[in-house]
């Protein structure tokens, strides 16, 4: 085992990786809740209820989904990351496909799995990893300090300690709030843990901080151990392929075209940017080039077509991953644990209502700080690389979403080398990626 995951080479063992691995499941642990509340459209009370999706049935299969996701990025590519239900995607396979389309959520659920099958193609043609490889060592930096600032601005957010503010976007929240109180805390100890070198300081600060809202009535008591009336999955599983064998002709149109191009755009980017800046926070990167990166792209893909089939939106891999490595994960093993940890959580769905947002907060909020730190290794003297970095990291946290950054910052690179006199650098492929992120922006935003 310790071979097969490399322990020797990584320079870790079994308890840094299952406390990595622990971390992460921690860290995206909400998204056992907050995905089926999204896509059965919980926040719409006058949503007709028989176009609904069954709660019980999208939580088996966001569980599930992140289990398979995480077994075979850790058992395949061997890499510290884990996968889910994607956050973006899902509320706009909910909000949009769903509500302002009116496409019923069995025919976006095809529109998941074709996304997923043609990233399987991709895969095993070799493009995607190309793509990955063509894109240039600074934008992978920015890449990665984007994504660093982005799950921060999530951090404040879940915390209650940014939020909302009608005269200037966003704004200072109510610091007296007992959830911004408990964030806090729990900053506070998880930067005392990491400052004194503590392994497994922010899993340590996550324990530690719902045990203290526990104990002050912040944080609800569980109410049960364990869970033995599993729900059932009938009512989503295999649903996906039904439209594809009785009614073909159904999909045969531009708005689930325009459905299929948005979901393989966004995972396609969201998974490009999440595997550079794991891996280069985990020391992974090799001369600019992630290793096994076919390996990595085929278990996302496989997940996606996974997910679709068990009932839920797209399955992709997850940023809070980087918890993981900051505890100590370097190996796939601590993905295989994030798995499991998925299986077992169907059971012990109970407890996990003591992880909350404002529990994993300081989480995200240490690993932004801890992500930023690839700004060092960007030449910013040179104003043709500096434009492009600069926009990708900033239009990330702003635009609340991944892709958008790298789309600009993508759009942007081509344009400040050619003006430099320099466009012989630029790989043709970034080129490509120009073109095909203005006819994005045209037609799909």
Not at 50 to 79: H, K, N
Request: proline share 4%; hydrophobic share 55%; glycine share 10%.
């Amino acid at each position: 085992m310790k071979k097969y995951f490399q322990f020797e080479e990584l320079g870790t063992n079994y308890r840094r990786e299952i406390i990595g691995g622990l971390t992460t499941f921690l860290a995206m642990a909400y998204i056992l809740v907050v995905n089926p509340l999204t896509l059965t459209l919980e926040s719409v009370p006058d949503f007709d209820d028989a176009l609904r999706m069954d709660y019980g049935a999208v939580f088996m299969a966001t569980a599930l989904a992140a289990a398979v996701g995480c077994l075979m990025m850790g058992i395949l590519a061997r890499y510290p990351i884990a996968l889910a239900p994607g956050m973006g995607l899902n509320a706009f396979f909910a909000y949009t496909v769903i509500l302002t389309y009116g496409i019923p959520w069995q025919t976006a659920l095809t529109g998941v799995l074709f996304s997923g099958l043609i990233f399987i193609l991709l895969t095993l043609t070799g493009l995607r990893e190309l793509i990955i490889n063509s894109i240039p060592a600074e934008l992978k930096y920015a890449v990665g300090a984007g994504i660093g600032l982005y799950i921060t601005f999530i951090g404040l957010q879940n915390a209650n300690i940014i939020v909302d503010n009608p005269a200037t976007l966003v704004g200072l929240g109510d610091l007296s709030d007992s959830s911004a109180l408990l964030a806090i805390f729990g900053l506070i100890i998880t930067v005392i843990f990491m400052v004194r070198g503590v392994q497994g300081g922010i899993f340590f600060g996550i324990l530690i901080a719902a045990v203290v809202g526990m104990i002050f009535g912040v944080v609800n008591l569980p109410s049960a151990i364990i869970d033995l009336n599993v729900p059932s999955m009938a009512p989503t599983f295999g649903v996906a392929i039904d439209p594809i064998i009785n009614d073909f002709g159904s999909l045969l149109n531009i708005q689930f075209l325009v459905i299929v191009l948005t979901f393989l755009f966004v995972d396609f980017f969201d998974t490009a940017g999440t595997l550079v800046a794991v891996a280069n926070q985990a020391g992974l990167m090799k001369d600019n080039k992630l290793p096994r990166a076919s390996k990595a792209l085929l278990a996302d893909s496989i997940a996606t077509v996974s997910g679709a089939i068990f009932g839920t939106s797209t399955t992709t891999s997850y940023i809070e991953s980087t918890a993981g490595v900051a505890a100590g994960a370097r190996s796939g093993f601590s993905a295989v644990v994030t798995g499991l940890l998925f299986l077992i959580s169907i059971l012990f769905y109970p407890v996990l209502e003591v992880i909350t947002s404002a529990v994993t907060a300081p989480a995200l909020i240490i690993v932004g700080v801890l992500m930023v730190s690839a700004l060092g290794k960007i030449d910013w003297t040179k104003f043709e690389i500096a434009v492009p970095a600069f926009l990708t990291m900033i239009a990330m946290p702003l635009g609340y979403s991944i892709a958008t950054g790298i789309a600009i910052g993508f759009i942007f690179y081509p344009i400040t080398m050619v003006v430099a006199g320099k466009g012989k650098q630029v790989h043709p492929i970034m080129y490509g990626l120009f073109v095909i992120f203005v006819l994005y922006f045209i037609f799909l935003v």
